[in-house]
């Protein structure tokens, strides 16, 4: 990319694709001493161009792509082109497949969150304990998608039209026993990191995004919802079964890091609520309707918006009556929450020592974000 | 012990009076062996190399099993058993076989000379510690407390001269870093260290340790006991104060373009830095080698008293390490200038007035 | 003392893990039992299959193809694992089962063309103890109220 120029007074560091914690990406930073007075995100490095494969393959084989495009949320991610599809073919899902999608996207979120928990904890200097502790606890949530779906995770499991497999016997009561444990771990989790004073030195009032600015700069999912805005694409366009269970949007008004990590933190809260009623309540019925794996879609476009992990994510899809669609275009969280970070170094005071706690309290995906 | 000739013996004497020949060296050897046993215990196992390398290697494999603990795994598993107390050796043979990557754009009589400096000036300062009342390698008399801090004022320099030897932006920064930190962080530590001084009466850590025969110093002075306790992280960088070696924001700091055995240098020398300044706590504010005699063997029990207090510390410090992030530069900084400084020099006020009443 | 009280606080809850069980595999001395419908290598039951093709058609890599065998006229199934992903369409639209999948993952080789699986070799599928000869036990994972255990389902 074609960098701007730097000024005398900075020290430009390439915040680069080598590095402990950079993700994959770089970051340049002008630096002045211990204060950053720009950041510039340089993404890219993992570009695979899925949105042109998904015009090369058919509506089946295309599921396979979108669900590594967030390997650690993939069900998140699958559900958005699935439901695009299912609008624009107008396949009706029988009730039972709505509810186990919307048991396995809650089982992906806390997945999510639980990651997202443990780098904040990594980039705090506190790498020992809760890192590993959410990869030990993520270990549970893989081995009840093994069981249910046959892969741990970049499983393609929704189809338009259902979910491949149905609940194996016994699952139900694995998934209860699953919520009870994750609960109680939650204790630790909020005593030994949240309650932290260091912690919480490191996180108070770092990188505060004020509520006009957050919908200003197009902020997503929990950075926005951390500023006090209560957005959420699962209560605002309901999909699949969310509005049959009980659940609350979370929001907070600290607008800093510590905000966002509490969205996060009480967002498993929420989940761990819904999977419990799902797992007590779900309907019986078929789980698949009948669809032809080269299905032909007549032509027209749709969106579809659904809830990911890190945010909104949104497909825009054209079809033109082949087998497979014209034009997929995706809106991925990670590319607009990463405008917001380039931006927090002007509305704040930033340190070097907090560039990396900024960017896992945003948690990107570069995967995503590049497509 | 005369303070001027470390071993004593004949040959030292005969070479002075240049009656030296080459029939007298075998039954030199064994006069020289006989005479000087004590001080080349000293030397090669403790407190000298033994003792330190030994350490070093035995914290390290016991950090890494303590900490893979915390961590809900197992840490080194194969190398030598179930414990894997050989990975330590191969880690360090590996380290010795690798190739040193020098860039071209560096200083290198600095960049290689840091790391060897750094290990070795720290255990220069090691060899203050008394063991026993009578076991000091390094017997300087009255001045063996401001000694250990003149060598340890040399150990900040060595980080910023290999970081700005490195030519490196991370270097850089980590360089800056050591240096704000330890302007911050060592100006207490003398202040407490001249409180036990003085309630102590001398300067000398065997009169130090002496003192503290009836009660240890830790009591009266606690506010200097936190102090140097908080000391010791910062003055051999360890987590919660691992500032200028943040993994995650430098890439390693200002050890970044080390490989190789320089790397194994640069290792070794946190872990020597963090057994020194641990002794000195011990020795200043925990009562030293004083503790009950054990089977009648004065000079092996006061040594076993220090070793076990150290011991426990060690576990301690590296306990602490899963349990608290890392701090900020600005936050490691106030901490310094506002609460450390005063609080030293509060401690120095009651440790004079309690002098004065003729109290301890 | 408030102050003391949140610093003791993750030392206390951090502290008693260090007397926790590790929650690791010892492979390859363990083994972890996997569920049924766990998606390995494929294994292919040659009196079933029609050669109907559907396999190869809907696998979305292209990783299947029909090659003639020796000592038959039709054609049978060859899998790539240089690009498979796994995705189990193949074996759900088969409509004999002649595809199925097993749980041997462990299938690394030091040469790409090795990696192409013929139909006979995907007929036969070795015992675990050959692949792995140094594998002792098989265990599984089971959920207390406060950890992950792992027990030992049999040894083998």
Redesign the interface.
Same mark, same amino acid.
């Given at each position: 990319m074609r960098e701007p120029m730097i000024k005398p007074d900075v020290?430009r560091?390439s915040w680069g694709p080598?590095? *402990?914690?950079s993700g994959q990406t770089r970051i340049l930073l002008d630096?002045d001493g211990?204060r950053v007075h720009r950041i510039i995100a340089d993404l890219g490095f993992t570009h695979r161009g899925i949105e042109k494969i998904l015009e090369n393959?058919?509506f089946?084989?295309?599921i396979?792509p979108v669900d590594r495009m967030a390997m650690v949320d993939t069900a998140n991610m699958s559900i958005g082109y699935v439901t695009a599809i299912e609008k624009a073919a107008g396949i009706e899902v029988p009730e039972r497949a709505k509810w186990i999608r919307t048991l396995v996207c809650e089982m992906s979120r806390i997945n999510s969150h639980l990651y997202a928990f443990g780098l904040q904890?990594?980039?705090?200097?506190?790498f *020992?304990?809760v890192f590993?502790?959410t990869t030990?606890d993520r270990?549970?949530l893989l081995?009840l998608f +093994? +069981?249910?779906?046959?892969?741990r995770w970049s499983f @393609?499991f929704f189809f338009p039209g259902g979910v491949?497999?149905d609940l194996?016997d016994g699952f139900r009561e694995?998934v209860l026993?699953?919520v009870?444990?994750l609960r109680?771990r939650f204790k630790?989790y909020w005593?030994?990191?949240v +309650? @932290? *004073?260091?912690?919480e @030195?490191?996180c108070n009032g770092v990188a505060i995004l004020e509520p006009k600015d957050a919908l200003r700069l197009g902020a997503t999912g929990p950075v926005l919802r951390g500023s006090g805005i209560d957005i959420d694409m699962r209560r605002d366009e309901p999909y699949d079964a969310y509005g049959d269970v009980e659940w609350e949007v979370i929001t907070e008004d600290a607008c800093d890091v510590m905000a966002r990590t509490k969205v996060r933190f009480h967002e498993i809260g929420q989940a761990l609520n819904i999977m419990e009623q799902i797992a007590q309540k779900i309907p019986d019925g078929p789980v698949k309707g009948r669809v032809n794996?080269?299905m032909r879609v007549p032509e027209g476009e749709c969106i579809s918006r659904v809830e990911a992990g890190r945010g909104e994510l949104g497909f825009h899809l054209f079809t033109n009556g082949t087998g497979n669609p014209y034009r997929v275009k995706i809106n991925s969280p990670t590319l607009r929450n990463m405008y917001v970070f380039e931006r927090l170094a002007e509305l704040n005071e930033v340190?070097?020592?907090?560039? *990396?706690v900024i960017i896992n309290s945003i948690d990107p995906w570069y995967l995503d974000a590049d497509r | 012990m005369n303070s001027n000739t470390l071993f004593a013996g004949t040959l030292t004497s005969l070479v002075q009076a240049n009656q030296f020949s080459l029939l007298n060296i075998p039954s030199m050897i064994i006069e020289f062996l006989a005479l000087n046993s004590k001080p080349l215990l000293q030397v090669l196992l403790l407190p000298g190399l033994g003792f330190i390398l030994g350490f070093a290697i035995f914290a390290v494999w016991f950090e890494r099993k303590f900490l893979a603990r915390a961590m809900l795994r197992v840490g080194p598993y194969y190398c030598g058993g179930r414990s894997g107390v050989l990975q330590v050796f191969a880690d360090f043979l590996k380290l010795f076989m690798k190739e040193i990557i020098i860039p071209a754009s560096i200083d290198w009589p600095f960049f290689v000379a840091m790391p060897v400096f750094l290990s070795t000036i720290p255990s220069l300062a090691l060899l203050l510690i008394p063991f026993d009342s009578n076991w000091v390698l390094w017997d300087v008399g009255s001045l063996s407390l401001p000694m250990f801090f003149a060598i340890m004022g040399i150990s900040p320099l060595i980080p910023i001269f290999s970081g700005w030897a490195s030519n490196n932006k991370y270097s850089f920064i980590g360089a800056w870093r050591v240096a704000y930190m330890y302007i911050s962080g060592e100006i207490s530590l003398v202040i407490c260290a001249a409180g036990v001084a003085i309630m102590a009466g001398s300067m000398d850590l065997v009169k130090i340790v002496e003192a503290q025969r009836s009660m240890w110093f830790a009591v009266p002075q606690f506010i200097g006991f936190i102090l140097f306790f908080l000391g010791i992280f910062i003055e051999s960088e360890r987590t919660p104060f691992d500032i200028p070696v943040a993994e995650v924001e430098l890439v390693f700091g200002w050890r970044t373009e080390y490989s190789g055995i320089l790397f194994g240098f640069t290792m070794m020398a946190e872990y020597v830095l963090f057994q020194a300044w641990t002794l000195m706590f011990v020795t200043l504010y925990l009562g030293g080698f004083n503790g009950p005699v054990i089977m009648g063997m004065p000079t092996a029990s006061h040594i076993f008293w220090l070793l076990a207090k150290f011991m426990v510390l060690v576990v301690f410090i590296i306990l602490l390490r899963c349990v608290f992030p890392r701090l900020r530069m600005d936050q490691m900084i106030t901490l310094g200038w506002k609460y450390m400084t005063p609080l030293a020099l509060l401690n120095l006020f009651f440790v004079i007035v309690m002098k004065m009443l003729g109290g301890v | 003392m408030n102050w003391l009280r949140k610093m003791l606080k993750p030392l206390m809850i951090v502290a008693p893990y260090v007397l926790r069980n590790s929650q690791t595999v010892a492979y390859p001395t363990e083994r972890l039992m996997f569920f049924d419908r766990f998606r390995g290598r494929h294994v292919f039951h040659l009196d079933r299959c029609i050669s109907c093709g559907i396999c190869a058609r809907v696998c979305p890599d292209a990783s299947i193809e029909l090659v003639e065998i020796e000592g038959k006229d039709k054609k049978y199934p060859q899998i790539d694992y240089n690009t498979c992903c796994f995705c189990g369409y193949c074996v759900e639209h088969c409509p004999k089962q002649a595809l199925e999948f097993t749980d041997i993952v462990e299938f690394a080789t030091a040469d790409r063309s090795e990696l192409v699986y013929s139909p006979e070799r995907l007929m036969e599928v070795p015992d675990i103890k050959e692949i792995l000869p140094m594998m002792k036990r098989r265990t599984e994972a089971y959920l207390t109220d406060k950890e992950m255990k792992y027990r030992k389902v049999k040894d083998v």
């Open positions: 020290m560091i080598q590095h *402990p914690m630096v211990e393959r058919t089946f084989s295309g396979i904890a990594e980039s705090t200097g506190y *020992p304990a590993l502790w030990v270990e549970i081995d +093994e +069981e249910l779906t046959g892969a @393609n491949h497999q194996p694995k026993k699953a009870k444990y109680g630790d005593g030994a990191m +309650e @932290n *004073p260091l912690f @030195n490191r794996a080269f340190f070097i020592a907090d560039i *990396p | - | -």
